[in-house]
């Protein structure tokens, strides 16, 4: 797998594919940025006169619900139903799945248009799977072990490439799992690192059609570019600029010496 | 004092209270990360259809009026409202108090939802109380030692403890008051860390019930943090970041040691 | 040139003038804190129940069309109307222009209304020029030599002082040209460095009547502090932060030691 996230990563860089996200207020800046350090192409457009003509342009779209309401579910609807039309791949971000009825109706509303990918936490991934959990706000209260399948059954019935990100961060297709054992627990202490991961996903998505592929190699690179920031960081505020330069600066060797991501052995 | 803040500090680790804000676009990231940092498990929510669902699950509420609209004050509304319902500690950041009369009026049905606490600078707090002044923008045009007299008309008249931050801040019910002299100038060339104080005071609201207790902790730690953190800063860039580590890393002998909180003397 | 930027940052920081920013969410807090650490005053609000009273209290007004939607827009045109009104400057944003029909209708509402200043990348300022130009998303796809005679058409026609950013910086009012060939690659890798470009440029025109001498003061120091805060900086992470430090500490040395600023050579 090693080759194929050392590709991928070649690719976004020489494409710079535009990724639009539909996103929450609190993690814009970051994800924007992350995008920028990759080496993708990011914009924001929500507007409903022209939402719709901005998937149009662009590589990926990423729906994320962190700060939903009425106005952005509907411009959220709108970019999928075009994404669709299109075939432009598409990330769904459930930010905060379980913790109100309201989020619940509206990711029901948009796992109707068929993300190509979902990306959460161990308690959105369960709350999506109709597990009975009880998600404490946006952090997760379960371990991404517990997700897992939780997650195959979510990849199963949605047709979607599930990814449970955690300490261990999973990628399935319901019958294929990866696991990634890159990353540090600071990452948790700063927000929005979910929300950049998704977007990571996105830009790779935008340049390799294969999304489980796709998927693997954004988080792998998330968990590395964290890893190495965590090295020269005294906290979660140092540690969140080290991440966008040691995304700016990967390279091959960092994926060989340091990546952790096999296949799973039952 | 100080015994309280390190039981206070240590409770809010280990409990993790989820803090639901809404606040201004400006400063949702950094005080998500602030929380963070403390120990806290932010949200931010305020769809009509969810913001009093959050409410349900949260230890504590902020509502900053910094980029208020029509859509947004009809969510804060509904939001402490059923703050009131539940017994639900609420803290009110009345942004830009006095710039305009769109803000004067929706303070003042703020107001009448009874905020546990309320922090300003010295002109929001100083508008707050009817004082004769005009504020320009969102940054204070007098000091704390001014509006203190104000602060304690405005604890009396409300019933909420108030907290006029400044060089000094002053945290009063109305009758005590507790000053605390620990901070860095630099910190007021940071946008949002009026904000980030009135969450971190909202951190420790819903671990004390004692309201003063919790904003003497918050403000003492808060100053504290900034303080450490501008011995490595060359200028508000860095010092943003320093502030997020240095609050992560906050000892009992920072408390100890540097703490600057006393009762006046008068 | 250097003289006439020395005094316009004397001017900025002795008198703090308040900058009223509509901005897009991405960059909101970015724009805040580079006009804080400029020594500037910054202020956000949109609400229609307040915006014009905001301008009444601005020195200068950014309308910056990022992240608009049909409620944004009526805010932009409410203020700019006001602003006209008192004769209070402003200037023009128009991100993404040319990526969508609704970017560009609302560009020709908001260029009614006479901007004093205009500032974009080369496909931005291409588009308004009605050049036949498809831009991609946000970022620019043509360098700012390419524009520079878009640039000065734009000028003529509107009457505005255009700004065409890019690796050399240009400014025009149809007929004089300066140039600024400041600045560091790396700054193309943060999101929203053109729009703090554009508060920037804000607070000289609040401080200094002349329009031309103040975007090529603001333009000239965005570029400085970019230069001066890439030389320590590892990746965009770090330079985001050394930017607002630079920012802060800019000494008239700089200008005169490093500035690049001249007119345009024929």
Chains 1, 2, 3 share one sequence.
Request: glycine content about 8%.
């Amino acid at each position: 797998m090693k080759e194929s996230i050392i590709k991928n990563l070649k690719l976004v860089r020489e494409k710079s594919p535009l990724v639009h996200s539909i996103t929450n207020y609190v993690v814009m800046n970051n994800t924007a940025n992350a995008l920028l350090a990759l080496g993708a192409s990011p914009v924001m457009a929500h507007a409903k006169l022209e939402v719709a003509d901005m998937v149009n342009i662009a590589g990926a779209l990423v729906v994320n619900i962190g700060t939903l309401d009425e106005f952005w579910v509907d411009s959220m609807l709108l970019a999928v139903k075009k994404a669709n039309e299109r075939d432009t791949p598409w990330i769904l971000d459930p930010v905060g799945a379980g913790a109100t009825a309201y989020r619940n109706e509206t990711l029901t509303r948009l796992l109707g248009f068929k993300p190509n990918v979902i990306r959460g936490n161990a308690s959105e991934i369960m709350s999506l799977a109709k597990a009975n959990v009880q998600t404490k706000g946006v952090d997760s209260t379960h371990s991404s072990d517990d997700a897992l399948s939780y997650g195959m059954q979510l990849a199963k019935e949605s047709g979607a490439i599930v990814c449970v990100s955690g300490a261990t961060d999973f990628v399935t297709d319901g019958n294929r799992v990866v696991e990634i054992a890159n990353g540090h627990e600071l990452m948790g202490k700063v927000t929005g690192m979910g929300c950049t991961a998704t977007a990571l996903i996105a830009a790779f998505m935008a340049v390799e059609k294969d999304y489980f592929q796709a998927t693997v190699s954004g988080m792998t690179l998330m968990g590395l570019s964290g890893e190495i920031a965590a090295k020269n960081s005294f906290g979660p505020g140092t540690l969140q600029l080290n991440f966008y330069d040691s995304l700016y600066q990967l390279e091959d060797k960092h994926v060989n010496q340091l990546a952790k991501v096999k296949h799973r052995e039952d």
